[in-house]
């Protein structure tokens, strides 16, 4: 049998063969370029992911080589882009942590022989070589399988960091001055304090409280206000060295911490300073404000080794100096802190006083020197003490100056008077009563306007009141006293200026100022009669004044017959006291209007 027809068989087959071997290798081939390509893409897409993250991200070898960066590494070590492979990641990124230098090669070799995760996220800051630059950087190091290397991340968190510092100053020191707070004076009065006990040595600390700073607020606004307490701070911190402190306690007060002193003198020196610093005028906008501080000293070890109680007895020291005199000073005594409670106990008192109506008005009368008749009365200020009876003004007046209990008071003691004005008017009886403006109560803003309705809510003309306003509240230039004055007027009230030549009130302020009397203080009358000529004299050149300018002069405390003779010789126009009538209720001064008053008529 003939076997030539296999050969197409066989043919066939192995073409057959052949063309699944070739589809084989094609197929494969083909899986083969797939699996490259993904790969690539893989690759490319890792690169971009890595290229496009917010951290800088460097690969190294387990000695610490870098084998690769993103551009944020390459940007944060102040690389061109593509360098800094091959070199030493410690030539990369010179790291230092708490200050100390960092080894980040050293580093890379410990995280991949422990294969544990290096975290540092607070004090790393990286030197950057090209500019020199610090950044703050949080970084992390984490070792790669197989020991093959490591990764590392780093973040810049400079705006962070930023941003809490801002905070922690925010938190520290005051947002108007900039000066540290009351918080951070306590704690570097606290290190302070444990220094110089190591070291045996002396400190002090200073309260500084701006006089007349209020009105100012009032006055002229908080913006007015504002400038004063930086300029004030800036001024307070050209008197110390870099090494003492000046802190804002709040408000107008201010604390300093004075550090390595060799005497106690020394702070009453930096005291003395600072108050002839603030002695000259702020000029703030249109303004020039005279300011005045008074200052509080307490010593270390001497009077106290325990912060607060030095922060509180500089306080103390401070308002001893404020009532004696503004811009004055004074080193705490042990006798302020017993002041200061009684003072307390008594503002307390006080208050309740207001509350339980104890407060009255009692009458004074003052009498025409020439016809000897009773023009008027002046109003005085009595407190009915449930324990201690009645009290006089120079028992608690102080202290009721001192507080804002003053403003309540003094607009009771206004409404008062308003209202006995207008009992006597229904009786017949046209007394002016005359009523003193304490200087917080002249320099409220409205002052005029509450006077007003205080007298429109009695139906009392303004004719019968009488403002007696002492002269020194009258000279401070930071309030428009003469626009306050000028509104009294129009509402047809008398103006009494007091106080005149006790202090630095001068013939210009009498021009200047429209008033209608001015008022012979008690301790120029005390001078009349006796051997000394200068209480005399004074009393004799206030009447020569008064009469010049066309104003009435009214003597007060007139006590002897002498005292009114040469009163009435010199022209005085009017005096009380308690040679001419001492202060009665109003029952008392009743039957007295229009009749006509002898010399000791009591």
Request: proline content about 4%; hydrophobic content about 45%; aromatic content about 6%.
């Amino acid at each position: 049998m003939s076997a030539s027809w296999l050969l197409p068989g066989i043919l066939l087959g192995s073409l057959l063969s052949l063309l699944l071997s070739l589809l084989l290798s094609t197929v494969l081939a083909w899986c083969a370029a797939q699996r490259r390509y993904r790969r690539r893409e893989g690759n490319a897409r890792a690169a971009a992911l890595l290229q496009a993250l917010p951290a800088a991200v460097i690969g190294t070898d387990r000695h610490g080589v870098v084998r690769y960066l993103n551009a944020r590494a390459a940007s944060l070590g102040g690389l061109p882009s593509g360098q800094g492979v091959g070199a030493s990641v410690a030539q990369l990124l010179p790291l230092f942590h708490d200050g100390a230098p960092i080894d980040m090669a050293c580093q890379v070799r410990d995280c991949v022989t422990q294969q544990a995760l290096l975290d540092v996220s607070r004090g790393a800051v990286l030197l950057r070589q090209s500019d020199g630059a610090r950044v703050d950087v949080q970084y992390s190091c984490a070792p790669l399988a197989h020991g093959d290397g490591a990764v590392l991340l780093l973040h810049d968190v400079s705006a962070r960091r930023h941003a809490e510092q801002q905070l922690e100053f925010i938190a520290h020191h005051d947002g108007l001055t900039g000066l540290p707070n009351r918080l951070h004076f306590q704690i570097r009065c606290e290190h302070a304090i444990a220094y110089a006990r190591r070291h045996r040595s002396l400190l002090a600390v200073l309260f500084v409280d701006i006089d007349r700073f209020k009105p100012i607020n009032d006055s002229l606004g908080h913006d007015v206000g504002d400038a004063v307490l930086a300029q004030f701070a800036q001024r307070v911190q050209q008197c110390v060295r870099k090494v003492d402190t000046v802190a804002r306690q709040g408000g107008d007060e201010f604390i300093i911490l004075l550090t390595e002193l060799h005497a106690a003198q020394d702070a009453e020196r930096v005291a003395g300073k600072i108050i002839a610093a603030i002695a000259a005028p702020f000029v703030v906008k249109e303004y020039s404000l005279s300011v005045a501080a008074s200052v509080g000293i307490a010593l270390y070890p001497d009077d106290d080794d325990d912060v607060p109680a030095l922060i509180e007895k500089a306080d103390l020291a401070m308002y001893a100096a404020k009532r004696r005199a503004p811009g004055t000073l004074l080193r705490y005594a042990p006798r302020m802190q017993v002041q200061s409670c009684s003072r307390a106990i008594l503002e307390t008192a006080l208050r309740h006083a207001l509350e339980r109506n104890e407060f009255m008005l009692h009458y004074q009368p003052r009498i025409n020197l020439q016809t000897r008749t009773m023009t008027g009365v002046k109003a005085l200020l009595r407190w009915k003490h449930p324990e201690q009876g009645l009290m006089m003004p120079l028992d608690f007046l102080p202290v009721l100056e001192e507080s804002t209990l003053i403003l309540p008071v003094g607009a009771w003691v206004l409404a008062t008077a308003v209202e006995q004005a207008r009992c006597w008017l229904q009786e017949g009886h046209c007394l002016t009563v005359s009523v003193s403006l304490s200087a917080r109560q002249f320099y409220q803003r409205d002052i005029a306007r509450n006077v007003g309705a205080a007298l429109a809510a009695a139906g009392v003309p303004g004719h019968c009141i009488e403002l007696d306003i002492a002269a020194g509240i009258l000279i401070d230039r930071n309030y428009n006293c003469e626009q306050i004055l000028q509104q009294f007027r129009q509402l047809g009230m008398t103006i009494c200026i007091s106080d005149f030549g006790t202090g630095e009130a001068s013939l210009k302020l009498l021009r200047r100022f429209p008033a209608d009397a001015v008022r012979i203080e008690k301790c120029f009358v005390d001078e009349l009669g006796r051997d000394s000529e200068d209480g005399a004299s004074m009393a004799r050149a206030i009447v020569a004044m008064a009469r010049t300018l066309g104003l009435r002069t009214i003597a007060s405390g007139v006590e002897n017959a002498a005292q009114l003779a040469l009163l009435s010789d010199m022209g005085c126009d009017e005096a009380f006291g308690y040679l001419l009538g001492r202060a009665m209720t109003p029952a008392d001064i009743a039957p007295l209007p229009g009749n006509a008053i002898s010399a000791g008529a009591n």
